[in-house]
């Protein structure tokens, strides 16, 4: 069984959210001022970028999910849901 990753949770719920990396890079920038372009978005999703944890807090907040839940898989809160875990199988 492979572990989940910080990248697998973030491509996990914009997938969910049916947003776009474009669209979730606008979002983030728009709402937080935090820009990063899709190749960056694309990397982090791929695990092959280390976030600043600045920039992982907007990506969480874009996303409206916790940064604990992020870096540790903990449940967290979407869009005003109950308690939920995007499930990647």
Do not use: H, Y
Request: aromatic fraction near 4%.
């Amino acid at each position: 069984m492979t572990k989940e990753t910080c990248g697998d949770r973030i491509r996990g719920v914009r997938i969910a959210l049916k947003m776009t990396q474009e669209a979730a890079c606008d979002k983030m920038f728009a709402e937080r001022g935090v820009a990063v372009t899709t190749n960056t978005w694309s990397r982090i999703e791929n695990d092959r970028a280390n976030p600043m944890s600045s920039t992982l807090e907007a990506i969480a907040d874009t996303l409206g999910v916790s940064m604990d839940w992020l870096q540790k898989g903990k449940l967290c809160r979407l869009a005003g849901r109950r308690n939920w875990r995007v499930g990647l199988n």
